[in-house]
């Protein structure tokens, strides 16, 4: 997966680099199929914004959260990710049946 991080109005240090690399863990162990991911992080007048886009197969996700710290805006996207993630999972899983010549069928 590629993580491409951005910063707008604000440098991007090396520990919010690696917090949201263990951020994005998180994501990636309930979902494993994440070609790459942006992430923009920006400063605006007594708002700290985060934006995060994933691109999956089939799909693009895009969720935004904005917070008086950018830690919690961070975590508060990432809880919106996750969610929106295992959503498009369950959409995205087959629940297909047995054949009826598969089944084990018990003798009475």
Known sequence: MNLNITGHHLDVTPAIREYIQTKMARIVRHFDHVIDAQAILSLEPLKHRAELTLHIPGKDIHCEASEDNLYAA???????VDRK???HKTRTQHHHHLAVKRQMFEAA
Request: negative net charge; charged residues 30%; aromatic residues 0%.
């Open 85 to 87: 993630v295992l959503q």
């Open 74 to 80: 961070i975590d508060l996207l990432m809880d919106k």
